[in-house]
């Protein structure tokens, strides 16, 4: 009789993770990002994940990638704009490290499934007819992150009986969140509820929170650290590694 034998399996380790965010003068940004590298590290005990930060918080994503090999870095960020096409290439190339870059976190169905449920943890149904609801996005110069954005609300609205849906920027070219506003209440909403299309809260949710109290409507958290948002990351990640491999 063959005596039995231990097999260890080893998961696969993996290409470092450099999670990379905006960054923000307010702290609560930051804790955001590190609680979701948090949550990844619990999905994929093996895998190296780094949080970084384009400005204004530490460490820096230059810093980050001096002490790592051949990363991924996926942008925490939900737009593919400026920050995304032109300031994450730059600090790549500058820091002059074998790195690949990820997509925008974009309008995945999972983060559409967080935001849902922050409305629903405010109470909101989905039945509510007289219910008008306003996704306050960043904005961004550039149109065609703004118009991939502004599908954020439509899909929301699907499978709903709202009374309807508006896009609105807090920031950019195109700010129009009183003009939203104007828009529902026009078209028969008798009740608005502002939904932050924002991953934290910041000096910018502020702002719109200070524009809601004072219109009187009830604003809901941002999408925050979840599990879903966590996957999210490593779907990104992952689209890396199997566009490498059909390469």
């Known amino acids: ?45 093996w895998l190296d994940v780094r949080p970084a930060f384009l400005e204004q918080t530490s460490p820096g994503l230059g810093d980050v990638l001096a002490g790592v090999t051949d990363p991924v870095v996926v942008p925490f960020l939900l737009a593919s704009g400026y920050h995304v096409q032109v300031d994450i290439p730059a600090i790549v190339e500058q820091s002059g490290r074998c790195a690949q870059q990820a997509d925008a976190l974009g309008e995945d169905p999972a983060l559409l499934a967080v935001l849902r449920h922050r409305l629903a943890e405010a109470g909101v149904s989905p039945d509510d007819r007289d219910l008008g609801v306003i996704v306050v996005a960043v904005g961004s110069s550039n149109a065609a992150a703004n118009a991939r954005t502004a599908t954020v609300a439509s899909t ?63 604003f809901v958290e941002p999408l925050g650290s979840h599990n879903l948002v966590a996957a999210t990351v490593l779907d990104r990640y992952d689209e890396v590694g199997t566009a490498r491999v059909a390469a």
């Open 156 to 218: 929301l609205a699907a499978g709903t009986r709202w009374a309807g849906t508006e896009i609105a920027f807090a920031t950019g070219p195109h700010a129009n969140l009183a003009d939203a506003t104007a828009q529902l209440r026009d078209r028969g909403a008798e009740r608005l509820v502002l939904a932050p299309w924002f991953l934290a809260h910041g000096r910018i949710t502020d702002r719109v929170a200070n524009f809601a109290a004072q219109q009187g409507i009830p």
């Open 1 to 45: 009789m063959r005596a039995a034998r231990l097999v260890i399996v080893r998961p696969p380790v993996g290409r470092p993770l450099i999670l990379t965010a905006h960054g923000s003068a307010d702290p609560r940004s930051a804790a955001v990002t590190h609680a979701v590298a948090g949550r990844i590290r619990r999905l994929r005990p």
